[in-house]
């Protein structure tokens, strides 16, 4: 399994124009392959007068599923050349469509690669990307008297905590690269004076 990947910051729009066609390029994040298809559909309805509405997109951290459409031009000239500047800057879990409005200026195969590929790569410019890195998931419980001294400082180390629940006792879901599981194990027994249980779950990507 990848240790990490790539993905866009946010959902957003990026517009270019190009010898007088517009070329509208929107992107989002896709879970499942399900999610691509939906976005793209989307982006269709809001264009419907549009002269095209190509697309690609990467699910999988190890980029396993790959498509791309090029919704009537000329065969290679789009989803293609946007499929590979996805995979290029090592993007996963994203779809993007480049909507063209044309403006009557015809731009040849190498004109057509260089604007649906460039659309993509200036909207990843305008929007970001982030890294999610493999976590795994843990479980630590506590007696309520130690919870707020521990939560703290596992959020003040960096600790990616991401629930806090309240019962008998106390327990905080916390996310934890596998790597440092047998440091952590050692800085929970210090921290709580050996008295919080720490229990492992699955795995999960996240940001740092």
Same mark, same amino acid.
Not at 21 to 39: N, W
Not at 54 to 73: H, P, R, T, W
Not at 120 to 140: F, H, K, P, Q, S
């Given at each position: 399994?990848?240790?990490?990947?790539?993905?866009?910051?946010?959902?957003?729009?990026?517009?270019?124009?190009?010898?007088?066609?517009?070329?509208?390029?929107?992107?989002?994040?896709?879970?499942?392959?399900?999610?691509?298809?939906?976005?793209?559909?989307?982006?269709?309805?809001?264009?419907?007068?549009?002269?095209?509405?190509?697309?690609?997109?990467?699910?999988?951290?190890?980029?396993?599923?790959? %498509?791309?459409?090029?919704?009537?031009?000329?065969?290679?000239?789009?989803?293609?050349?946007?499929?590979? !500047?996805?995979?290029?800057?090592?993007?996963?879990?994203?779809?993007?469509?480049?909507?063209?409005?044309?403006?009557?200026? %015809?731009?040849?195969?190498?004109?057509?690669?260089?604007?649906?590929?460039?659309?993509?790569?200036?909207?990843?410019?305008?929007?970001?990307?982030?890294?999610?890195?493999?976590?795994?998931?843990?479980?630590?419980?506590?007696?309520?008297?130690?919870?707020?001294?521990?939560?703290?400082?596992?959020?003040?180390?960096?600790?990616?905590?991401?629930?806090?629940?309240?019962?008998?006792?106390?327990?905080?879901?916390?996310?934890?690269?596998?790597? *440092?599981?047998?440091?952590?194990?050692?800085?929970?027994?210090?921290?709580?004076?050996?008295?919080?249980?720490?229990?492992?779950?699955? *795995? !999960?990507?996240?940001?740092?």
């Amino acid at each position: 399994m990848q240790e990490q990947y790539r993905t866009i910051a946010r959902a957003g729009v990026h517009e270019t124009e190009i010898n007088k066609s517009r070329f509208i390029c929107s992107l989002a994040p896709a879970a499942t392959e399900q999610e691509a298809q939906d976005f793209i559909r989307r982006v269709r309805a809001e264009h419907p007068s549009a002269n095209h509405n190509c697309f690609a997109y990467v699910i999988g951290a190890d980029a396993a599923l790959q %498509k791309a459409s090029d919704d009537g031009e000329p065969g290679g000239t789009a989803g293609v050349p946007m499929l590979q !500047m996805l995979t290029r800057r090592d993007v996963r879990y994203a779809v993007a469509v480049v909507t063209r409005y044309f403006g009557g200026v %015809k731009l040849g195969a190498g004109g057509l690669i260089r604007a649906y590929g460039g659309s993509v790569g200036e909207a990843l410019d305008a929007l970001g990307t982030v890294i999610r890195r493999r976590y795994r998931l843990a479980t630590i419980t506590v007696d309520h008297q130690r919870a707020g001294k521990l939560e703290n400082d596992l959020r003040s180390t960096g600790r990616a905590v991401r629930e806090v629940r309240y019962g008998t006792a106390v327990s905080i879901e916390v996310g934890l690269p596998e790597a *440092e599981l047998g440091a952590f194990r050692d800085w929970l027994a210090d921290a709580s004076a050996g008295s919080a249980v720490l229990e492992l779950g699955g *795995e !999960m990507y996240g940001t740092p």
